[in-house]
């Protein structure tokens, strides 16, 4: 009786999350373990729109231009365990306004941070530079 009394109220808190939080908060787990489930590459996925929608870009590598990507990522997902990735603006990893992105993370709408249609190119911090993880790059969160 006790477990579905707790099932009742967590269901009830999470519909109550799910309305009063920002749009698409609650939903991003479930849009996560989807991708997931879907064995994408390991290393870097861009989508063209929100929450990996639209076409889809992998970047296992460093690349220094996104080939027919160029200027149309909307949401962004390291999809590794141990990789990081830098996210410029300009092609050949040029650019004042770039990101870090850590292992695991998810972005699901770069437009929040103003970086919506404008990676141009991505580099994958080799294992010294990554002893360091992100510090001294901008992050998202
Ligand atoms: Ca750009």
């Given at each position: 009786?006790?477990?579905?009394?707790?099932?009742?109220?967590?269901?009830?808190?999470?519909?109550?999350?799910?309305?009063?939080?920002?749009?698409?908060?609650?939903?991003?787990?479930?849009?996560?373990?989807?991708?997931?489930?879907?064995?994408?590459?390991?290393?870097?996925?861009?989508?063209?729109?929100?929450?990996?929608?639209?076409?889809?870009?992998?970047?296992?590598?460093?690349?220094?231009?996104?080939?027919?990507?160029?200027?149309?990522?909307?949401?962004?997902?390291?999809?590794?365990?141990?990789?990081?990735?830098?996210?410029?603006?300009?092609?050949?990893?040029?650019?004042?306004?770039?990101y870090c992105m850590r292992?695991?993370e998810?972005?699901?709408?770069?437009?929040?941070?103003?970086?919506?249609?404008?990676?141009?190119?991505?580099?994958?911090?080799?294992?010294?530079?990554?002893?360091?993880?992100c510090?001294?790059y901008r992050t998202f969160f």
């Open positions: 009786m006790k477990l579905v009394s707790y099932a009742a109220v967590l269901a009830g808190a999470l519909a109550v999350m799910g309305a009063a939080s920002p749009a698409g908060a609650a939903s991003e787990t479930t849009v996560r373990q989807q991708v997931t489930a879907d064995a994408y590459p390991i290393g870097l996925v861009l989508g063209e729109n929100q929450r990996l929608g639209g076409k889809q870009f992998y970047a296992t590598y460093t690349l220094s231009e996104l080939v027919g990507f160029n200027d149309k990522a909307s949401s962004a997902w390291n999809n590794t365990t141990d990789k990081y990735f830098i996210l410029y603006d300009d092609k050949s990893f040029i650019g004042g306004n770039n292992p695991g998810y972005v699901w709408d770069l437009h929040q941070f103003n970086f919506g249609d404008k990676i141009s190119s991505v580099r994958v911090l080799d294992a010294v530079e990554s002893r360091s993880g510090n001294g």
